[in-house]
Structure formats: C-alpha cells, structure tokens
C-alpha cells in the first residue's frame, strides 16, 4: 500500500524514498526561517538522505516550513562536513 501511494504522490526525494531507513533527526541549513539544505540521519547517526541534489527537493528546502522549535545549533563547518561526506557517498 505504502508502495502504491507513493506512486500516485508526488515525491519530493525520489532517490530516496522507499529506499533509506526511517528519519531520526535533521540538520537544517537555514536562510532566515526558509529552509536552503537538510542532512536527515537514522538513529545511529548514518546520513540516510540529503537535499537537494538532483531530482531531490527535499522535505524541508524552499519552504518556510522549519520547525519552530530547533533543538541545537550547529557551526557551518560542522554542516559543511557532514554534507560533504553525503556527496561522497551519493549515488544515483
């Protein structure tokens, strides 16, 4: 069923839905309250998917749609880094 909607529904990360594990946490890169990138990492703190790149728009890129409520800061590098290793490993 899962499989079926996501067919009929517009994917916004579509190299990565149905495919990676389940979101425990993001890293939002933020341009005032619109999000510019996000790192979505599993519970074991694996990059499991990253936008944009690609066809990937991304949950939270382009949309004011950031949680009110964002738990810790980050540096750019630290971000940086982490999104790098992403583009390391990405494969299409």
Do not use: C
Request: hydrophobic fraction near 40%; avoid cysteine.
């Amino acid at each position: 069923m899962l499989r079926i909607a996501a067919t009929l529904l517009p994917q916004n990360d579509p190299d990565f839905d149905l495919k990676s594990g389940p979101v425990a946490y993001w890293w939002l890169e933020l341009d005032g309250i619109e999000g510019r990138r996000e790192i979505g990492f599993d519970d074991r703190g694996d990059i499991v998917r990253f936008a944009p790149i690609g066809a990937n728009r991304g949950v939270f890129v382009g949309e004011e749609l950031a949680p009110h409520h964002l738990n810790e800061s980050l540096t750019s590098q630290e971000f940086e880094q982490a999104w790098e290793r992403a583009l390391a490993g990405w494969r299409r």
